[in-house]
């Protein structure tokens, strides 16, 4: 009998003390902006018409609704939400319009942030006296969120009232910086500013750069986190995941959307969106998986192993065909570099399956969307050239190296 006791024991706590992320990793030593905000600023909001901006992920470390949490608060007054991409519950999806309404739950007024408008009307921000953030960002460029926010901050300055963000976590961490900065000529709605890829900042931090960089000056407080480091990947924190929009269903999603986004909007090659794993993957009819995954293993990328997958997505351009490809699995995060991978990835099914892309046929119509994406069409051409990924990535070098100089002025966390 003691032997079966022991056996159980062993197999109840061996995965706990044999598992050394498990064992270390912070359970609850993290407080997000909002937290901070209710803790330790109890009086900022006191008295003020607040409007909000803010959806789903916008919760506090118990998972409790930001918009609870701030009806709550003593002396705050909501008066207005403020809906982004995918909408102030996330349940649309990519590039759908979000329409103006009444938030169900609370009879709140929700104004759309996407759609006829990007940023808050006068008229929206009538009974508004301050306007708080607070959005889970997943810490590239082409996510719409950041510009949301920095959209809102003109209007803040416009109007005169104060922007507050409420920060969070860069859930891939504070210190991958990778990929080309956006040109003039191709700011758009998925790259405002010129920002590398992978910026390697939390909202806050983005927030304080642009505002003095490029000149909103609104008057601006970002309520900043306590316990994160800028080593942190989102495991590390101890925090629940709550999904930012659809396709960013887990944790380590925001890690294989640098990698596979920007192709996904040639609308060709499956990135995973419309099958189960969402920016996890690349396939297409066009494509032998054995070939691809030995091409792309041979070149030794750091921290990323390449499995051959055979699939059929269930909706999406490739719905109900079936396709070929590789599924990218990140052996280890502290080396991987999701950017420059996703550009290995696609020089070599240029080189090697030039139908999968199929530049002067189906892709030719989605090259201005791509071209956003990368925020220019330098990279676009050095592909149909057959450039490599390698002299790709060394083109951007100098500016990218630039846009860390300025970034390190307004980093917040160690």
């Not at 960002?137 to 926010?149: E, F, K, L, P």
């Not at 887990?250 to 294989?256: K, N």
């Not at 950017?339 to 119509?365: C, H, M, S």
């Amino acid at each position: 009998m003691k032997k079966y006791i022991l056996l159980i024991l062993l197999c109840l706590f061996y995965p706990l003390c044999s598992n050394p992320s498990y064992a270390s990793m912070p359970k609850g030593n993290i407080q997000l902006g909002i937290d901070v905000l209710v803790n330790d600023y109890p009086e900022l909001l006191k008295g003020k018409r607040v409007g909000l901006i803010t959806n789903q992920s916008g919760v506090n470390g118990k998972l409790e609704s930001m918009i609870d949490v701030m009806n709550s608060l003593s002396g705050v007054t909501v008066t207005a939400l403020f809906g982004p991409e995918h909408g102030i519950r996330g349940a649309l999806y990519a590039g759908e319009k979000v329409t103006t309404t009444t938030d169900e739950k609370t009879g709140i007024p929700v104004f759309s942030l996407y759609g006829k408008n990007h940023t808050p009307t006068p008229q929206m921000l009538e009974k508004v006296d301050v306007l708080v953030f607070d959005i889970q960002d997943i810490g590239s460029r082409t996510y719409t969120y950041v510009w949301t926010m920095t959209e809102s901050m003109k209007s803040a300055a416009a109007k005169g009232i104060p922007f507050v963000v409420l920060d969070r976590p860069n859930p891939i961490n504070g210190l991958v910086v990778e990929g080309n900065i956006v040109q003039k000529g191709f700011e758009s709605f998925i790259g405002k500013y010129p920002v590398a890829y992978c910026h390697g900042m939390t909202l806050g931090e983005m927030a304080r750069m642009i505002n003095q960089e490029y000149a909103i000056h609104c008057d601006l407080k970002v309520i900043p986190m306590k316990g994160w480091h800028r080593w942190m990947n989102w495991k590390e924190t101890g925090l629940q995941w709550v999904p930012t929009s659809p396709h960013i269903p887990e944790a380590d999603t925001p890690w294989y959307y640098p990698t596979t986004g920007i192709f996904g909007e040639l609308k060709t090659l499956n990135e995973g969106i419309g099958y189960t794993r969402p920016f996890k993957l690349a396939g297409s009819p066009y494509i032998d998986a054995e070939l691809l995954a030995n091409e792309l293993n041979s070149e030794n990328l750091p921290g990323v192993y390449f499995q051959p997958i055979y699939y059929q997505p269930f909706y999406g351009p490739q719905a109900s065909q079936y396709c070929q490809g590789v599924r990218i699995v990140i052996t280890d995060y502290t080396i991987y570099q999701p950017v420059n991978t996703g550009y290995y990835l696609l020089a070599a099914v240029q080189r090697l399956f030039p139908k999968a892309i199929d530049w002067e046929g189906k892709a030719a119509k989605r090259w201005g969307s791509f071209d956003k994406a990368n925020g220019t069409d330098q990279i676009r051409k050095a592909l149909q050239q057959g450039k490599s990924a390698k002299e790709i990535i060394h083109s951007w070098q100098k500016e990218l190296d630039a846009f860390k100089l300025i970034r390190v002025k307004y980093l917040m966390y160690d």
